[in-house]
């Protein structure tokens, strides 16, 4: 078949060489898609102008990889990945292609030529938060990875109008609006009204010359946009393809002409609503129509295509996965299981037991949670109503299950009247993995273990990673140069590189210059708090850092306890040689969940307290910058000390945040929980600060009721923060305002904040004395880069290729 490339002009270039553009050429590039891309003279043109033309300019270049990458994998017939999300946390993306393509420099130099500075350039695109946190931008992280590792990949998403709220503080609590990162033209994507298909809701399944045949009685068109994604040098690209809803019937003109304005637009608006929002939340089911209808219009549209490629490249879908892997990232696209069997079976008049077997083989799914709330369930009243056909298809896979092996009551997809998605993602993919070595085991003896009993083959680990371009060379020019001139560059495309650094710990010399590196990286920060928040903060104290969802698992409840215990001490003696401090948060609430929002709101009736407290000033600064995201992060991590790893044991799955840091420079005051395991084994016990109880622990001491007033009762410390707290002294104006928070303290404290108090205060204290050594704090932080390679996205990508898709790299190197 011939290769569906879309343009005429395709590029000749061969994937591996990529021919770098001059300045000059780039300068006359950027020229002309001011002039005929937006009509604008250079002289009348704004910030935003110069932006578009430049990322025109640049997406040019991304073209080559692009087009050479589709038509490797069409020539060579090679297998590919469909990564399936609903979540693609890309934030900004000039930058990150730029670097990958190794253009920083020439358009920098191409735009100066110009007049115009291209951080003020960079920094004038909004984020594309298309997802809510770790789990979207772990998305992103293996499209670019898979981009550098050479993996013929395609992402498959949502293109959604609105992603996910901004955060504003008014009397420190937090205020959504909504996000609109496309009320400009997006430059990066190629709509592709070519590639649309129709997914249906609702209406009922029938028999037809013995067939069951769904007539649905609602239909939309969804419509793809592709953005390409360049990996590392620019010799290999994946595609994310967004799908966004349009109507399937055409505009009522008769309608609008006889004035009936709403009905007539009745249609587009309820096909648009599928993509109009992203799900604010991660980690509860909506329990909602829209929802379900969002996560099935995506996954189906995503079907709809991979099979109509594979048919124009392959006859027989009995090989589909010979060719195709599919990944589901988390439950959220559970329903490709039954949808994948309907289109083989009612489309393609495949029998049932071979569509459940190449649906099977073809599909993989990855568990992101052991939270039950976070396990998504669906009634079968709404599964039944909204997807009628596909609840048949559930209901006999679940018989055929149940035929096949003995199992125990408590196994079934449909139980209680609930479709269990977990269980339907296990039953239809030939692996099911976990995010982190300790959350893999758990998943096993946790929300799969009759499961996993079941198929002992099937559960496997794949630890996540972050992408080293985005997380090192993009964010931390200051560090990667360091690295470049002490190892060479080729920790950017092989992280564990790094090892090579280990040495340079013992050297002195060294040391000075990774101090100063930091240094630099923190009085950026400070000038941006002071700039946006008006917040003075004094770059040579500890800045520790917590940033991720608000969340009662992840414990900035007790970060928030600390912080206070150690103003309470620094004002009793504000001169025993306090290191000083500040102390970062950053996070989003989701909009419903009250009792976040609550710890968000006490965080900053504390920031507001110790900040204006003359007595501490030069000791503890509380900065709670509004709307964190992927830009914030940038900002961030490269500035951190510590990193505030603090999660319940048993409960993060694995976070990527640590693994950031880490790679960054901080270290880390952490409990054993998610990836913080392999992070301590690999950086040394000596280099991380250790505290609190282990999940094993948490489920012993949950048994005794009594955890949290017997631990508060020990501990002085713990009694004096919920003391003043109870008292209004952070909320005079309401002194009874977080009594509510105080009470759930002593007697609902399910997430053991009190429990691990007292230890997480010692470890902290350790840290202060630790920093006040800097040569070994520095060594230690050195050693946390060095052996941080293990955490690079691409070696997470080998792990999937290698245990998961059996797919070979398809580079040569
Ligand atoms: O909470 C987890 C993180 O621990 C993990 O690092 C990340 C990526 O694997 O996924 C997060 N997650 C889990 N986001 N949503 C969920 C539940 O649907």
Known sequence: TASPVTASSAPASSVSGLARPTVDALRAKILHHLEYTLAKDAGHSSRYDWRMATSFAIRDEMLKPWFAATRQTYDTGAKRVYYLSMEFLIGRLLEDAMINLGLHETIAAALAAEGQTLSDIIEDEPDAALGNGGLGRLAACFLESMATVGVPAHGYGIRYEHGLFRQRFEGGQQVETPEDWLSQPHPWEFARPEAAYIVGFKGHSELRRGKSVWVPGETVKASAYDTPVVGWQGKWASTLRLWAGLPTTQFDLERF?????????????????????????????????LRLKQEYFMTSAALQDILRRYQSQFSTLADLPKHVAIQLNDTHPAIAGPELMRLLMDQHDMGWDEAQTVARATLGYTNHTLLPEALERWSTYLMGSVLPRHMEIIQRIDEDHAKAHKRPPSVGIVQHNEV??????????????????????????????????????????????????????????????????????????????????????????????????????????????????????????????????????????????????????????????????????????????????????????????????????????????????????????????????????????????????????????????????????????????????????????????????????????????????????????????????????????????????????????????????????????????????????????????????????????
């Open 257 to 289: 002409n006889n004035g009936d304005y709403t009905a007539a637009a009745a249609p587009e608006a309820l096909a648009r609503t599928l993509s109009r929002v992203l799900y604010p939340d991660d980690t509860t089911p909506a329990g909602k129509e």
């Open 420 to 813: 269990k998605m977990g269980d339907l993602a296990f039953i239809m993919s030939h692996k099911v993995n976990g995010v982190s070595a300790l959350h893999s085991e758990l998943v096993k003896e946790t929300v799969f273990h009759d499961l996993h009993k079941l198929h002992p083959d099937r559960i496997t680990n794949e630890t996540n990673g972050v992408t080293p371009r985005r997380w090192m060379r993009l964010s931390n020019p200051a560090l990667s140069t360091l690295l470049d001139e002490t190892i060479g560059e080729g920790w950017t495309r092989d992280l564990d590189h790094l090892k090579t650094l280990e040495p340079f710990a013992q050297d002195a010399a060294f040391r000075e210059k990774f101090a100063a590196a930091k240094r630099a990286n923190k009085v950026a920060l400070a000038g941006w708090v002071q700039d946006t928040m008006g917040i003075d903060i004094n770059p040579d104290a500890m800045f520790d850092i917590q940033i991720k969802r608000l969340h009662e698992y992840k414990r900035q409840l007790l970060n928030c306890f600390e912080t206070i215990a150690l103003w309470h001490n620094m004002r009793q003696t504000p001169d025993a040689g306090w290191t000083p401090r500040v102390k970062f948060f950053g996070g989003k609430s989701a909009p419903g969940y009250f009792v976040a929002k609550e710890i968000i709101h006490l965080i900053n009736d504390v920031a507001r307290t110790i900040n204006a407290d003359p007595v501490t000033g030069h000791l503890l600064k509380v900065v709670y910058p509004p709307n964190y995201n992927v830009s914030m992060a940038q900002r961030l991590i490269p500035a951190a000390d510590l990193s505030e790893q603090i999660s319940t044991a048993g409960k993060e799955a694995s976070g990527t945040g640590n693994m950031k840091l880490t790679l960054n420079g901080a270290l880390t005051i952490g409990t054993l929980d998610g990836a913080n395991v392999e992070i301590r084994d690999l950086v040394g016990a000596d280099n991380f600060f250790l505290f609190g109880l282990t999940a094993d622990g948490v489920e012993k001491r949950r048994k005794n009721i009594n955890h949290a007033r017997e631990a508060i009762e020990d501990s002085q410390n713990l009694r004096d923060v919920l003391q003043m707290i109870v008292e209004g002294r952070f909320s005079p104006e309401e002194p009874d305002r977080y009594h509510g928070l105080v009470d759930r303290a002593w007697h609902h404290d399910h997430y053991l904040v009190a429990a691990d108090f007292d230890s997480y205060w010692e470890a902290q204290r350790a840290a202060d004395a630790l920093y006040r050594t800097p040569q070994d704090w520095n060594r230690k932080a050195i050693l946390n880069v060095a052996r941080s390679g293990f955490f690079s996205s691409d070696r997470t990508i080998r792990g999937y290729m290698a245990d998961i898709w059996d797919v070979p790299s398809a580079l040569k190197d």
